[in-house]
């Protein structure tokens, strides 16, 4: 899975509050200013946009690590019999 060095990820894997930034800006200082409500939409859909876009990846990824378990079931059927 691609990973957006803008977005950083804590330790635990989800994403700080804090530590989100769009383009090198923090939320913050992107509306101080009195950004628009169409620069606000925008930044926001853009976010949507971006957070389906893992979101699929994320599914397309486990997707491939099943099929490639259930090709091969000897090694799927070791690994039950251990657990």
Do not use: H, W
Request: charged fraction near 35%; charge should be positive; include cysteine.
């Amino acid at each position: 899975m691609k990973q957006n060095n803008n977005i950083p990820f804590s330790s635990e894997g989800c994403i700080c509050e804090d530590d989100i930034k769009y383009n090198g800006v923090t939320t913050e200082e992107k509306f101080k200013d009195g950004a628009s409500i169409d620069e606000m939409k925008e930044f926001i859909y853009s976010f949507i946009k971006y957070y389906d876009t893992l979101k699929n990846e994320l599914f397309n990824e486990k997707k491939n690590i099943f099929t490639e378990r259930m090709k091969n079931r000897k090694r799927l059927y070791v690994q039950l019999k251990l657990i």
